[in-house]
């Protein structure tokens, strides 16, 4: 099994510009996650899923967008690129029935 | 909203000591906690999940309790060797939202 995938691991992007980070898991689990990881602030809830066709706000949403149209794939969205969306960004899996949490490599971005 | 605090947020030891890191959070109403590991650069390994019913699981050399009454957790560590050196996360789901929430984790340096 490859677990969970996230592509691309570096990325940057000017500001403005928009780009979706790619999420797969092959685990067939039913909720995922996008987390951004930031120093000092520990990792925080972007956007989640629990299913194909549903998703829903974490504790910061604003900037990005996502959706779910298979089990395996989660992308996010960045629509308009800002320097404050300069993070390291964690896509993870969750075994269905409260078990635990798979994450990704992560993808580390820059906005200049 | 649910806040997860981990103390310390560093700690040095000598080889082989036993050691205990921290977690407590505000809200007891949890499905679960789980605790991770992450090398410098790296995704998060999962070391522990104890299920909001259970009072402690081990794996090893690491034991993790659960008092949810209190909101409180630890990572018991017995015999620290010098690969044990990383940053510690917990994190908890919330069984109101069924969102996770992390701490800022615990930086161990284990000296030889």
């Known amino acids: 099994n490859a677990g969970v995938t996230q592509t691309p691991k570096f990325q940057v992007l000017k500001t403005g510009q928009s780009m979706t980070l790619q999420c797969a898991q092959d685990m067939n689990h039913e909720y995922m996650s996008w987390y951004r990881q930031d120093p000092g602030m520990g990792l925080r809830l972007i956007h989640y899923?629990?299913?194909?066709?549903?998703?829903d706000q974490g504790e910061v949403p604003n900037g990005y967008n996502v959706s779910r149209s298979t089990t395996e794939d989660f992308p996010l969205r960045l629509l308009s690129a800002a320097p404050s969306q300069t993070s390291v960004y964690f896509c993870?899996?969750?075994?269905?029935?409260?078990?635990?949490?798979?994450f990704g490599p992560g993808t580390r971005l820059t906005v200049t | 909203k649910q806040e997860v605090t981990q103390i310390p947020a560093a700690l040095s030891v000598p080889e082989g000591e036993n050691l205990v890191l921290n977690c407590s959070f505000t809200d007891s109403a949890i499905y679960n906690l789980q605790w991770f590991r992450q090398d410098p650069g790296k995704g998060l390994t999962s070391l522990l999940l104890i299920q909001s019913s259970q009072r402690e699981q081990t794996s090893g050399r690491l034991n993790a309790s659960l008092d949810k009454s209190s909101g409180r957790s630890t990572l018991y560590i017995a015999a620290s060797q010098p690969g044990d050196s990383a940053t510690y996360l917990c994190?908890?789901?919330?069984?109101?939202?069924?969102?996770?929430?992390f701490g800022t984790g615990t930086s161990l340096t284990v000296i030889p």
């Open positions: 994190a908890v789901r919330r069984a109101v939202g069924n969102q996770f929430y």
């Open positions: 899923s629990v299913g194909a066709g549903i998703t």
């Open positions: 993870a899996s969750t075994q269905t029935g409260y078990g635990e949490q798979y």
